[in-house]
């Protein structure tokens, strides 16, 4: 496991990956890609298309797809870090990393709640949040991406606090509901100053899930009106499939799905959605590391359980998993589009699959296997140790 800087280090660099059997863009509305070939440069993706098309001359890495598929790196939407890749809630070095492992190349904060001795004062829980800020801003575990510094409110906050927050560079709120803010009132007033200063916000939703938090309901979350409504299907426990539906008519924030969550309140929210023609606002998210552990293959069990059970095109599920949340929590990554930066997953149905292929594969609740990932134009990992063998495997020809 290692701890880098966010930029590369050394002269330019251009990565062209050539002989791409399939792209899955990320996004929505043309979810794959008629394309074999991508090239980035300095990080960012800079041609999509076929071989002959585009200039692959000068690669200072070359990979060969062999046939494998490529997607978006996939987003968590939902951790709670601490320090490094370390997680005191399971005792457990690395988790990060294992993420990585499991596609995963960029994550969201829901709050650093699991840190030992949590300040909950207002002086404290902001120099957390500042802390959590900078440290992960300067160090990447294994290159992935943790946007951290995320204060769980508390009632003595006042607006200058979170200017005070926003100035400092913090971005995200923890779980509304986690501290002593449960009311609809103070919620939504705390909500509309961090928003006010360009910090986006997210709600506990259903029953309590740590010492400290307590039932969000329905009428909670609609008068907080938060950007993200967090794990919709329960962090572990869902809200009643009455308030779920209510929620998700009765605003137009996201609608967050956890790993850690109630499974059948995850497809009952998904149909939910796809009902209303607004698949755009599902995101995915694991919240780990809990007291379910910590889930490096927490994304891509969600986007296979939500295509298998759900009936959800595969094409689409990946989506939830990537261009939706980028979008929603304004990311560079997330889509594979010319301008983006060029953060990738390579893989394959696993072996012995019954799906004929990658797709295939996932609808029928299979999960793929992962080759290799790729964050700003660097390659990270390559064969996965925690998903199943996949039948091919790219090369790293040059690099």
């Known amino acids: 496991m290692a701890h880098d800087a966010p930029a590369a280090a050394g002269g330019p660099t251009k990565l062209v990956i050539r002989n791409i059997g399939l792209i899955l863009s990320g996004d929505l509305a043309r979810p794959i890609l008629d394309a074999d070939t991508v090239v980035a440069e300095g990080g960012k993706i800079t041609a999509i298309g076929r071989e002959k098309d585009v200039d692959t001359e000068g690669a200072t890495t070359l ?5 494998t598929t490529l997607t978006p790196g996939l987003i968590d939407s939902h951790v709670h870090p601490v320090a490094g890749d370390w997680t005191p809630r399971q005792s457990q070095m690395n988790w990060i990393d294992s993420s990585l492992h499991g596609g995963v190349t960029t994550m969201i904060s829901a709050g650093e709640v699991h840190y030992p001795g949590r300040a909950k004062d207002v002086v404290g829980l902001k120099a957390l949040a500042i802390t959590a800020q900078r440290s992960f801003d300067a160090f990447r575990p294994s290159g992935v991406k943790v946007h951290a510094g995320a204060p769980v409110i508390e009632n003595e906050m ?53 010492p400290g938090s307590g039932l969000i309901d329905k009428d909670v979350v609609l008068e907080a009106d938060t950007d993200v409504i967090g794990h919709i299907n329960g962090g572990h426990t869902a809200l009643p499939d009455n308030q779920i539906r209510c929620i998700c008519e009765g605003c137009k924030r996201g609608l967050e799905i956890v790993h850690n969550g109630n499974e059948r309140s995850a497809l009952y929210t998904l149909r939910i959605a796809r009902e209303m023609g607004e698949l755009n606002r599902v995101i995915l998210g694991t919240d780990g590391p809990a007291g379910s552990g ?24 990946f989506c939830l998993a990537t261009g939706n949340t980028a979008r929603m929590r304004a990311l560079d990554c997330g889509i594979i589009e010319v301008g983006r930066a060029a953060d990738f997953v390579l893989m394959d149905k696993a072996q012995h699959s019954p799906g004929v292929t990658l797709l295939d594969s996932v609808r029928l609740g299979d999960l793929p296997g992962v080759c290799m990932t790729i964050i700003d134009g660097i390659v990270r990992s390559q064969r996965s140790r925690n998903t199943p063998p996949a039948g091919r495997m790219p090369v790293v020809v040059k690099g």
């Open 63 to 67: 990979v060969d797809a062999n046939g």
């Open 158 to 210: 006042v607006e200058d606090d979170f200017k005070e927050l926003a100035a400092a560079g913090v971005k995200l709120l923890g779980e509304v509901g986690l501290g002593g803010v449960k009311d609809g009132p103070t919620a939504r007033k705390m909500v509309g100053w961090a928003r006010k200063y360009g910090i986006q916000s997210t709600i506990h939703t259903g029953g309590p899930s740590i």
């Open 294 to 317: 910590v889930q490096p293959l927490g994304i891509l069990r969600m986007v296979s359980m939500l295509s298998s059970l759900g009936e959800l095109p595969a094409e689409e599920a």
